[in-house]
Structures are given as C-alpha cells and as structure tokens.
C-alpha cells in the first residue's frame, strides 16, 4: 500500500465518517441533550476539517480524492442518547485504527498530521464517555 | 473497514527491532517507501536509538506516578490506570532496549499534597507525551511509529482524564 492508498482509504472512512455524524446529530435535540449535541456538532466540524485536509493531500500525492458514497449503512438503532453517544464514540475508535494505519504507511508532515488526528479521536472518545484505554487503535495489542 | 493488522504480542516492538526478519515476515504492511519495496534491512540505529529515549521517558513517568500514588494514597485509584498503561507500554518496548541502557531515575520529588501531587503528575505525562511523539514521528519502522502513535494516543487520554477532574477534587 502506497501512502497515497492510505491516504485514500482514510479519506473514503472520513466521508463515512461524516454522514454518521450528520446523522447522530439530526437526531440529538439541542434542547434535550445539549451538551451531546455540543459534543456531535465538534466532532462534526473537526471530521469536515479532516476530510478538507485529506482532501488536499491526497490533490498532492498526485491522486484524485475519493467521492463520498450516496449513503450509508449505520449499524444499530440509533434513537436515544446513549446509542447516539456509543456510536460516536466507535466512529472514534475506527477513525484512530485508521490514523494509525495512515501513520504506519507515512512519514514527514503526512504522519505528523495523522499522529495528531489520531490523538484528537481517541480523546475525544472520553467526552463521548469511553474510559482511557491502553493501546488506543491497536487493540490486538491489549492483553487477551 | 481499517485492513487488518493483527500485530501481536509475539511481534511486538522489541521482537521486530530485535529480529527485523520477522518483520518482513509478520502480516503488517510496513511503512512506504520510494521504491515499495519491503526492506528486510536491520532497522536503522536511530530506531534502536529512539525506543531507549522512549523507555527513559517511560520509566520516569511511571516513577512519578508511582511516587504520587505513595504520597498520597488517595490518589490510587486515579493514577492506577496511568500505571498500568505505562507497564503495558513498557512491556512491549522494553525487549528492544539492552538492560543497561534502562534507566534508573532518581526518585521524584512529589508534594504531599492531591493538588500538587496531581499537577506533578500532569506535567509527567505531558513530557512522556511529548517524547513519544517525537519518537513516532521520527521513527524509520512504520510498524514502530503506529505503536508509538497508540502509546500518544493512550498518554493524551490518560492526561485528558486526569484534567477532566473537577476543580473542588483537586484540593486536598
């Protein structure tokens, strides 16, 4: 794999990304649930970010960035605040295993950006109520 | 979906700097090069280098949480998560790193007090942070710099935890 393959395939997963997020805060009421709302609309704005700046990077390893799909598939229901919670949080988790693997197949600036991208994910897993792990985006490290 | 990459223990850090054939061999994609070729090269010194400023930094960190724990014992269920992390971070570098370059930190100077205890703490982390940052980006082993990245990662959220405490937990 090229690190113009990573850098497509992280581009392909924050697209995903995306429309999940969209998704999570269509239905989180503001009114009900705002600090949820606050959290989702963040990590939103981050991931659009993400997707610019890939985006552009992908432009500079010569490719042509990868169009997002028409929709999705989301697992699970996804109606009331702790589904909606746990969802972002595993969108987290994903989203840092892929980071690590943009970081593994780069180096320079490119593995800079996708070593911080993966330590903003993985904290941000903490306001979505996930604990502290011990190999955030390698979990085949952890002991079985 | 993220590819697979079914690192294990078996192949951790220290196995892949100390046998780099086995590198080649294990199933994780090694980071790109220009040519995309899969060098089966020992690993460059700098890497060997780099994973003892690694273990330093983390023997250190996990010195001072451990003396903060001592200090103030109330702090234990808090910082035992930070401890633990760090043993298990060790456990996987430490293979890499011959027994005498391991170092022995003094023995850190926490105050007796939760605040001051948890603000040695935070400081700690955030240099441990910083080191293994430095080490991920510099590191010439993809399969060493996305460990590294983990072990970032897993030290941001400890230190995010540790900030996230209320204010009034703070004092003593």
């Given at each position: 794999m090229t690190v113009l393959d990573a850098l497509q395939a992280t581009l392909a997963d924050e697209h995903a990304a995306l429309y999940t997020y969209g998704v999570l805060g269509a239905r989180t009421s503001q009114a009900t649930s705002p600090a949820l709302f606050d959290t989702l609309t963040s990590g939103y704005r981050r991931h659009r970010a993400r997707r610019d700046q890939l985006q552009l990077m992908v432009r500079d390893a010569g490719g042509v960035p990868v169009a997002a799909e028409v929709a999705y598939d989301l697992d699970?229901?996804?109606?009331?605040p702790p589904q909606l919670e746990r969802a972002g949080a595993d969108l987290e988790a994903a989203s840092t295993e892929r980071l690590l693997a943009l970081v593994a197949q780069s180096t320079g600036s490119v593995r800079e950006w996708a070593l911080t991208e993966a330590t903003w994910s993985a904290v941000w897993r903490l306001q979505l109520g996930e604990a502290a792990e011990t190999w955030p985006g390698a979990p085949e490290l952890d002991r079985v | 979906m993220v590819p697979g990459r079914s690192l294990t223990r078996r192949t951790t850090v220290g196995t892949a700097l100390v046998a780099p054939l086995l590198v080649a061999a294990c199933d994780i994609d090694p980071p790109s090069r220009d040519n995309g070729s899969v060098d089966a090269?020992?690993?460059?010194p700098e890497d060997s280098e780099l994973v003892t400023a690694v273990v330093a930094a983390l023997v250190r960190a996990l010195s001072v949480v451990e003396a903060a724990t001592l200090s103030v014992p109330d702090l234990t269920p808090l910082l035992e998560p930070v401890a633990t992390a760090h043993a298990s971070h060790l456990e996987v570098l430490e293979?890499?790193?011959?027994d005498a370059d391991v170092p022995t930190p003094p023995p850190p100077r926490i105050p007796p007090d939760r605040a001051g205890a948890l603000t040695a703490v935070r400081r700690s982390e955030q240099r441990l942070l910083r080191e293994v940052r430095r080490g991920c980006a510099g590191a010439a082993s993809g399969d060493l710099a996305r460990v590294l990245a983990s072990m970032a990662a897993s030290t941001a959220q400890h230190a995010a935890a540790l900030g996230d405490l209320p204010a009034g937990q703070e004092e003593s």
């Amino acid at each position: 794999m090229t690190v113009l393959d990573a850098l497509q395939a992280t581009l392909a997963d924050e697209h995903a990304a995306l429309y999940t997020y969209g998704v999570l805060g269509a239905r989180t009421s503001q009114a009900t649930s705002p600090a949820l709302f606050d959290t989702l609309t963040s990590g939103y704005r981050r991931h659009r970010a993400r997707r610019d700046q890939l985006q552009l990077m992908v432009r500079d390893a010569g490719g042509v960035p990868v169009a997002a799909e028409v929709a999705y598939d989301l697992d699970g229901s996804l109606l009331r605040p702790p589904q909606l919670e746990r969802a972002g949080a595993d969108l987290e988790a994903a989203s840092t295993e892929r980071l690590l693997a943009l970081v593994a197949q780069s180096t320079g600036s490119v593995r800079e950006w996708a070593l911080t991208e993966a330590t903003w994910s993985a904290v941000w897993r903490l306001q979505l109520g996930e604990a502290a792990e011990t190999w955030p985006g390698a979990p085949e490290l952890d002991r079985v | 979906m993220v590819p697979g990459r079914s690192l294990t223990r078996r192949t951790t850090v220290g196995t892949a700097l100390v046998a780099p054939l086995l590198v080649a061999a294990c199933d994780i994609d090694p980071p790109s090069r220009d040519n995309g070729s899969v060098d089966a090269a020992p690993p460059p010194p700098e890497d060997s280098e780099l994973v003892t400023a690694v273990v330093a930094a983390l023997v250190r960190a996990l010195s001072v949480v451990e003396a903060a724990t001592l200090s103030v014992p109330d702090l234990t269920p808090l910082l035992e998560p930070v401890a633990t992390a760090h043993a298990s971070h060790l456990e996987v570098l430490e293979g890499a790193v011959a027994d005498a370059d391991v170092p022995t930190p003094p023995p850190p100077r926490i105050p007796p007090d939760r605040a001051g205890a948890l603000t040695a703490v935070r400081r700690s982390e955030q240099r441990l942070l910083r080191e293994v940052r430095r080490g991920c980006a510099g590191a010439a082993s993809g399969d060493l710099a996305r460990v590294l990245a983990s072990m970032a990662a897993s030290t941001a959220q400890h230190a995010a935890a540790l900030g996230d405490l209320p204010a009034g937990q703070e004092e003593s």
